[in-house]
């Protein structure tokens, strides 16, 4: 298979070690402001995605080694996934290049100086999770109380509130008790004898929502799956998610409170267009099982599926999914011009999902073959892991958001 030609371990990047510092002796406000206010406010602001706050100088210095470090080790910004050789290029991938990386290092060796502030405070650039408008809010009925110490899959009925047909162009999820959110699945439903299904299920469980730990028990169309490292999903231009007029949807959270005993109520934010160009589909492939042996620092598990109709499809974006135990995956294409990659993270990290949208699609002919491989570290293991729905079972997941042309 043709993967990256990236550095094992450094996802899309070159050890940046040799490269010089552009400027010989880097100050904050002249040089590391620029870069942070580019690539980390987004998230490190108040009210943000990130943990902590990067926009003063106070905040940036007090962080000075750990910045150099986790740019140096490429884990910031996040964005996992390698590029270049035969992968497609991505959009909106978070990178810095090799100098600004050096400039932080020279920067944070020197004794992180501050320089000469500006006379005006800049602008922050738009929050990372920002829609263009909202059209409507999925959100349960009243606060859930997620059961403590174990993995509690729970199921809310919802309503988009679409009269007519919509598109979903794209979410954001607002997470009423951060934290506690292993990842949310969003299911369309498309007929009344599944939403009379559904009223039975929620009708037959006292809290709000019903159990739902493998699948949301009736006929629904999947349209998307989301973790807290990804708080907006937008949709490749000209495609969005049929949400068919007048039904509901169900998204299905699944909790893992550590003891903190936090009700939760989140909200997840719509924006929906009358009419898309290429309606999408999402597709979810994984093994119909997985057998880990224990103790081993490298364990393989493949999956494949050749895509079938009459008519081709156009793939625009693939996410991967795996636990804590993963190591790396690879997703790739085999066509009658041979293999091609479509997604490889060499250096698997769980609090990192994303999905990844291309700069255009990639044409799938029908026969075309779609490879999965995930790697698994099992050292920290005593017994067989097997696929399963807690957090400590492990799982080898690619979706894949398609259109046809």
């Not at 978070?94 to 920067?107: K, S, T, V």
């Amino acid at each position: 298979m043709a993967v990256s030609s990236a550095k094992p371990g450094w996802p899309g990047g070159d050890d940046d070690a040799s490269v010089a510092s552009p400027v010989a002796h880097p100050t904050y406000y002249q040089d590391v402001e620029p870069i942070l206010l580019a690539h980390c406010v987004e998230c490190h602001r108040k009210d943000g995605a990130g943990p902590f706050e990067l926009t003063t100088y106070a905040q940036a210095r007090a962080l000075a080694t750990s910045i150099a470090s986790v740019t140096h080790e490429h884990r910031m910004p996040p964005w996992p996934a390698a590029s270049g050789g035969d992968c497609p290029p991505q959009v909106g991938a978070r990178r810095l290049d090799a100098q600004d990386i050096a400039l932080i290092g020279a920067w944070q060796r020197d004794g992180a100086p501050a320089g000469t502030a500006t006379a005006s405070v800049p602008l922050l650039p738009p929050a990372w999770g920002t829609l263009t408008h909202v059209d409507a809010v999925l959100r349960s009925d009243a606060p859930y109380q997620p059961k403590a110490n174990t993995d509690d899959h729970r199921c809310f009925i919802v309503h988009p509130s679409n009269a007519q047909d919509r598109y979903l162009t794209a979410y954001a999820v607002r997470q009423d008790a951060p934290g506690i959110i292993h990842h949310i699945q969003m299911w369309a439903i498309d007929s009344a004898a599944a939403e009379a299904q559904l009223d039975q299920l929620d009708a037959a469980d006292s809290g709000p929502g019903y159990y739902c730990p493998e699948n949301i028990g009736v006929d629904g169309r999947y349209v998307s799956v989301w973790a807290p490292s990804d708080p907006i999903r937008r949709h490749p231009p000209d495609t969005g998610m049929l949400l068919t007029g007048g039904h509901r949807m169900v998204i299905q959270i699944h909790y893992h409170d550590h003891g903190q005993g936090r009700a939760d109520q989140t909200a997840i934010e719509l924006e929906l267009a009358a009419h898309v160009k290429y309606p999408a589909s999402m597709w979810a492939i994984s093994p119909p099982d997985l057998n880990l042996p224990p103790g081993m620092p490298n364990v393989q598990a493949k999956t494949s599926t050749t895509v079938s109709g009459t008519r081709p499809y156009q793939l625009w974006g693939v996410r991967a999914h795996m636990h804590t135990l993963g190591s790396s995956e690879q997703v790739s294409m085999r066509t009658g011009s041979g293999a091609h990659c479509l997604l490889s993270i060499p250096r698997w990290d769980s609090n990192w999902q994303l999905m990844y949208f291309y700069e255009k699609p990639v044409p799938l002919p029908i026969g075309t073959e779609l490879d999965i491989t995930c790697n698994y570290d099992t050292t920290s293991q005593t017994n067989p892991v097997h696929y399963g729905i807690r957090s400590t079972d492990e799982m080898c997941f690619a979706f894949f958001y398609v259109t046809q042309p």
